[in-house]
C-alpha cells in the first residue's frame, strides 16, 4: 500500500479508514471463507455490541487484478451469516443479529447494479442475519449521488452513508494525519487503582452503619426506620421547601433504605467507577458523583409525591453511568468504546425502566431520570471539549470547585443532621406507649415515662390529656408547651403534623378556659389550614379558633 493516499485504490483507502476509525479489522472467521472468496476484501467488527461482515468489491484495483463479479445469492448470504451467529454477542440474554454488508467501490449504481443489490437485501428475520448492499461512485456530480445504498432510510449501519458520503467528498488523509486526528489514547496515566471509588463505597458502608446505630430504642433488623432515615438527612419535600434545608439534596445520596439497598448501589458504583476514574480521572468522577446527586434529588423533588421520603446513591450512580456511556465516544471504535458503553447500558436503562420494586420498596425513578440527566449532560460536555492531544477532559479545576461545592454542602447537612440529633432515639417505643395510651396509667406510670422520654411529644400530650382529666390545667399546659419546643421532632418525626394539630388545640382549649382567646388562637394559627383542602382541621373548626374575628 502506498504511502501517498492519492496513489491509493478507493478501496484500500477505504479499508485503511475503517480500521483506524471504525473499530474494523482486516480478515474473516472461518465460516465466512465462501464470502471472503467471492470479494475483493472483508473486514469484520465485533465489539461487543454487534457482529459485522464488511464485503468489498473493488472496481479501481491497483494491482492488475481484474474486479471481481459477485455471484453469491441472498440464500448463500443468509446461509453464511447463521454460520457466524456464534460470533454474536448477546444483550440480556438475546443474540443479537450478524451483518452482512456488500459495498461497491468505485463503480456507478446502474440500474442493473441496483437491482441485483436490492435482490440480496434483507432485514434480520427470525435467521437473524442482515444483508445491505452499498454502492460507492467517486466520481458522482453531488454528494447524495456518491453513496447509494439499499438500507431503507429509518434503519441505521455501522458505517452510516453519512460517514462514507463525508470520506468520498473530503480530500484523502494520510496515516500521520488519521493519527492526529484521532488522538493520544484517553485515560488518566495518574490512576492506576480506583481508590475514589473503593473510598466512596467505604463512606457509604459506613454511613449505613450510622444509620443503624441511629434507630429508635429497641428497633431490630438491619434497616433504618423511616424516621431516622429523615432525621439522618432523607430527602422530603416539606422539609426541603417549606423548611429550608437545602442540604437535603446532597445528604439524602449518602444514605440507604436496607443492605439490599446498599449492596445493588454499591456495585453499580464500582461498575461505573473503575471506568470513570481512569478516563476522566478522580476529580471528575467526584464531580460528577455530586452533579448526579443534585440532579436525582432536584428531579425527585418536582415528580415525587410531597410525602415520599428518598434516600440513595442512586441518582448519583445513574449520572456516573449515563457520563460513562456518553464520554466513553472519546475512545477510538472498537472493542474498548462498545464494552464499556455496554457495560454502562445494561445496567443504566433497567434502572430508567419503572417495572418493578425490590424488598418491598419502591424505586425512585425521578432520581434515576434526574442523575442520569445530569450525568449525560456533563459527560457530553466533557465530550465534545476534550482535546484529542489531552488523555483526560478539561475542566479538573472546575471539577475540583463542584467536589468543593459538593463537600461544604454535606458539611452544611451534618449541621443540620446535628440539629435535628436524637430525633429517631428521642422517641419512645410502642410497646411503651401502649400501656398508658388508654389514659388508665396511674400518675407515678406517666411521670416515669416523661422522665424517661423527655423530647417525645406523645408522651408530653399524653401526660397533658391524663393532668387535665385531674383538673391541674397549669401541668397539662407545662407538658404541651414542653411537646411544642421539641420543634424539630415534631416536623421531623410527625411530618403529617397531626400530632401538633392535637397538641395546639388541647393547649388552645386549656388558654381558652382561663380566658385567654387572643392566645389560644395565636397557638392554633400555625396549623389552621393543615386541613383538608388547606382548611381548617375538623376538630379546630369545631372550636372556632381559626375563624377570622
Not at 448477546?90 to 446502474?110: C, D, E, R
Not at 454528494?143 to 470520506?167: D, I, K
Not at 493520544?184 to 487503582?193: E, N, T, Y
Not at 466512596?200 to 446505630?213: H, K, N
Request: charged share 20%; net charge positive.
Amino acid at each position: 500500500m502506498s504511502a501517498d493516499p492519492a496513489e491509493e485504490s478507493l478501496g484500500h483507502y477505504l479499508t485503511r479508514r475503517l480500521v483506524a476509525e471504525k473499530g474494523f479489522v482486516r480478515g474473516y472467521v472461518p465460516e465466512a471463507a465462501e464470502l471472503a472468496a467471492a470479494v475483493d476484501e472483508v473486514l469484520t467488527l465485533d465489539n461487543g455490541t454487534g457482529f459485522v461482515m464488511l464485503a468489498l468489491v473493488d472496481h479501481d484495483r491497483r494491482d492488475g487484478a481484474t474486479s471481481r463479479s459477485f455471484t453469491l445469492s441472498q440464500a448463500d448470504l443468509v446461509r453464511i451469516g447463521k454460520a457466524c451467529l456464534q460470533y454474536a454477542p448477546t444483550f440480556n440474554g438475546v443474540k443479537l443479529p450478524v451483518g452482512i454488508q456488500l459495498w461497491h467501490v468505485n463503480a456507478p449504481a446502474s440500474p442493473a447494479r441496483r437491482e441485483a443489490l436490492a435482490a440480496l437485501q434483507r432485514s434480520p428475520g427470525f435467521e437473524k442475519v442482515s444483508v445491505t448492499g452499498f454502492v460507492l461512485d467517486p466520481a458522482a456530480p453531488t454528494p447524495p449521488e456518491r453513496v447509494w445504498t439499499t438500507l431503507p432510510w429509518y434503519q441505521t449501519s455501522h458505517p452510516g452513508p453519512r460517514w462514507l458520503r463525508a470520506v468520498l467528498s473530503s480530500p484523502r488523509r494520510s496515516a500521520d494525519e488519521l493519527a492526529r486526528d484521532l488522538g493520544v489514547p484517553a485515560g488518566d496515566p495518574a490512576v492506576q487503582r480506583p481508590v475514589l471509588t473503593y473510598a466512596i463505597i467505604a463512606a457509604l458502608t459506613a454511613l449505613f452503619g450510622v444509620e443503624l446505630a441511629s434507630r429508635p430504642a429497641g428497633a431490630s433488623g438491619f434497616s433504618p426506620d423511616i424516621t431516622t432515615l429523615v432525621s439522618l438527612g432523607g430527602l422530603a419535600r416539606d422539609l426541603v421547601t417549606d423548611g429550608g434545608e437545602w442540604w437535603r439534596l446532597l445528604t439524602a445520596a449518602c444514605l440507604h433504605g436496607s443492605p439490599l439497598h446498599l449492596l445493588m448501589n454499591g456495585v453499580a458504583l464500582y461498575m461505573a467507577g473503575v471506568v470513570l476514574e481512569h478516563l476522566l480521572g478522580r476529580a471528575w468522577l467526584g464531580a460528577l458523583f455530586v452533579v448526579g446527586a443534585l440532579g436525582g434529588s432536584l428531579m425527585g423533588l418536582a415528580i415525587n409525591p410531597s410525602n415520599l421520603v428518598s434516600v440513595g446513591a442512586s441518582g448519583a450512580i445513574m449520572g456516573l453511568l449515563a457520563a460513562a456511556l456518553v464520554a466513553a465516544m472519546r475512545l477510538p471504535e472498537g472493542i474498548g468504546r462498545s464494552s464499556v458503553q455496554g457495560t454502562m447500558a445494561r445496567v443504566l436503562i433497567p434502572s430508567l425502566l419503572p417495572l418493578a420494586s425490590m424488598g418491598g420498596a419502591k424505586i425512585d425513578y425521578a432520581a434515576h431520570f434526574g442523575g442520569a440527566l445530569a450525568g449525560a449532560l456533563v459527560g457530553l460536555a466533557l465530550w465534545k471539549t476534550w482535546a484529542p492531544e489531552s488523555p483526560t477532559p478539561r475542566g479538573r479545576n472546575l471539577a475540583r470547585a463542584v467536589i468543593a461545592l459538593g463537600l461544604l454542602g454535606l458539611a452544611w447537612g451534618a449541621y443540620g443532621v446535628v440539629q435535628t440529633r436524637g430525633v429517631a432515639t428521642a422517641l419512645a417505643p410502642q410497646e411503651d406507649l401502649r400501656p398508658v395510651a388508654t389514659g388508665a396509667a396511674p400518675p407515678a406510670a406517666l411521670d416515669a415515662l416523661v422522665r424517661r422520654w423527655p423530647r417525645d411529644p406523645r408522651v408530653r400530650f399524653i401526660r397533658a390529656a391524663a393532668r387535665i382529666n385531674a383538673d391541674n390545667p397549669a401541668g397539662a399546659e407545662e407538658d404541651l408547651r414542653a411537646a411544642l419546643a421539641e420543634e424539630r421532632v415534631l416536623r421531623t418525626g410527625f411530618r403529617d403534623r397531626r400530632l401538633e394539630v392535637e397538641v395546639r388545640s388541647l393547649l388552645a382549649q386549656v388558654l381558652a378556659q382561663r380566658g385567654q382567646e387572643a392566645e389560644a388562637r395565636a397557638v392554633v394559627a400555625p396549623v389552621c389550614h393543615e386541613g383538608p383542602g388547606g382548611r381548617a382541621p375538623p376538630g379546630l373548626a369545631m372550636l372556632g379558633y381559626c375563624e377570622a374575628r
